[in-house]
């Protein structure tokens, strides 16, 4: 009976629990022979054995799986990162083309718009000097012209002094020699626009005393029915030697003159003078209007 009892005990996986079985028995009881005491060792070492490689086989697979597992996430972070760096290389590739693109052709446009500019400095520049070129012979030219001016004036200051000095030593003798009577030296009408008339007449005189006389002018347009005197402006002046009287008058409407009568009273002394209408006969280049002329001519009437 105890035998059956170290038996049962025997395929335990414990050593120790057989072994202290063994010895409870051992010291109870003396019947176990050395063959049965061999086995019961040589079941619990097998036993053993079986469960240590059992445990280290499970061990070695968790430590694969683990392994396993670390290796899986390292390559899936360095995939990540290898696709991460691969895309934001192409999106900056492509940011930095499409910048690299419009700074060119900012570029391109800046330049054209700076050679245009330049070419425009250029013209405005050759222009600039051609004016100024032509300013400064302008210059030269109004410069010399003005010199000829300033000698021209010069020369006829004095002819005019000379000319002056002339007349004073012809009138002083004319004067010791009784003077030179009233008398009209030379007279033109001429039309001009819008029905108006421009007199001119020019009228010598030189009292036996020397002395200034005062003169009173009348003009009077004549035809066979009727006669209309002409205002004049202004309605006296004063002779000594040569009086010049200057002026414009307006037709009235509907009248024809045939004669024009000038009359002149100075120093007691009077004239009267008939001139045909064809004093007032149209001249050429008569200008369209009375704005367009020029001032009255006082330059001296030919005879």
Not at 30 to 58: E, F, Q, V
Not at 99 to 104: H, I, P, V
Not at 176 to 189: D, S, Y
Not at 243 to 264: A, C, E, H, W, Y
Request: proline share 5%.
């Amino acid at each position: 009976m105890r035998l059956k009892s170290v038996l049962r005990l025997c395929p335990q996986p414990a050593r120790l629990a057989c072994q202290d079985s063994i010895s409870y028995d051992l010291e109870g009881s003396l019947h176990l022979s050395y063959p049965d005491y061999r086995n019961c060792y040589r079941s619990n070492t097998a036993a053993i054995s079986r469960l240590g490689i059992n445990s280290h086989g499970i061990s070695q697979s968790q430590q694969g799986a683990s392994t396993l597992v670390l290796a899986l996430f390292v390559v899936a972070i360095l995939v990540t990162a290898v696709v991460g760096l691969l895309f934001g290389h192409k999106l900056g590739y492509q940011r930095g083309y499409y910048s690299m693109q419009t700074e060119a052709k900012q570029a391109v446009i800046t330049s054209k718009e700076a050679t245009q500019e330049l070419k425009d400095l250029r013209l405005s520049s050759k222009i600039a000097t051609n004016e100024a070129a032509t300013a400064k012979q302008e210059l030269e030219i109004s410069l010399a012209n003005l010199k000829e001016l300033r000698e021209n004036q010069q020369e006829l200051t004095v002819e005019n002094k000379q000319v002056a000095q002339l007349n004073e030593i012809y009138a002083e003798i004319i004067s010791e020699q009784g003077g030179m009577p009233l008398q009209i030296l030379g007279a033109k009408i001429e039309p001009l626009p819008e029905n108006a008339f421009e007199y001119g007449f020019d009228i010598g005189m030189l009292a036996s005393d020397g002395k200034a006389k005062r003169l009173k002018p009348t003009l009077t347009l004549l035809n066979d029915d009727d006669f209309v005197e002409v205002p004049l402006e202004p309605a006296s002046y004063t002779i000594e030697g040569i009086t010049r009287i200057r002026g414009r008058f307006m037709m009235p409407s509907g009248f024809k003159p045939l004669q024009v009568k000038l009359s002149l009273r100075a120093g007691g002394q009077e004239v009267e003078q008939l001139y045909d209408w064809k004093l007032g006969d149209k001249v050429d280049n008569m200008p369209l209007s009375l704005l367009d002329l020029p001032e009255v001519d006082e330059s001296p009437i030919e005879p």
